[in-house]
């Protein structure tokens, strides 16, 4: 599976106006919502909450500037993904190195499964030779959703 199976291009924000962990969170939850429309704001409120506890618990940061917060909810019966771009950087919290990068994601609950396979995915997307400067250097999100189609695709050969 390629990362463009994962996150949809209408789930891709290239350039992110939050420059905070709490605000960039409720950036990428309100484009989530806004293609889910049945989501409610409620729910919006409590997945963020939820994220932020989660953070807390255990850094989703990830060196070479990526974050990867992810829950489990029974809001859903598929995985949602969204992915957000910050050339400038986001403040992931106290002690944790700036985040241009961030994958949300929001798993049904009790499918450890979908979890494991999207972490290995993106993980894997971004120990690629050159995936993490191209990633950074893409113009736009239709860009970003080209480049999630060349990456990922490794993660279930081993």
């Not at 291009?9 to 409720?26: C, E, F, P, V, W």
């Not at 499918?111 to 993980?123: C, E, G, K, M, Y």
């Not at 690629?128 to 480049?147: K, N, Q, T, V």
Request: glycine letters at 10%; aromatic letters at 6%.
């Amino acid at each position: 599976m390629k990362l463009n199976e994962l996150v949809p291009r209408l789930q891709i924000r290239s350039n992110l106006k939050a420059d905070k962990m709490d605000s960039a969170l409720t950036e990428l939850l309100n484009l989530i919502g806004n293609i889910y429309t049945a989501m409610t704001e409620d729910e919006r409120d409590e997945m963020k909450e939820r994220l932020k506890e989660r953070e807390k618990l255990s850094s989703t940061v990830l060196e070479p500037g990526v974050a990867i917060p992810h829950i489990y909810h029974g809001r859903f019966r598929h995985l949602i993904a969204a992915f957000g771009r910050r050339r400038e950087g986001i403040s992931f919290g106290d002690g944790q190195p700036t985040v241009r990068g961030i994958f949300l994601l929001l798993v049904p609950e009790g499918r450890t499964d979908l979890q494991v396979s999207a972490l290995t995915r993106v993980t894997g997307a971004i120990q690629e030779p050159d995936f993490w400067r191209r990633l950074m250097g893409c113009r736009d999100g239709d860009e970003i959703f080209e480049l999630f189609g060349e990456a990922g695709g490794k993660a279930n050969n081993g």
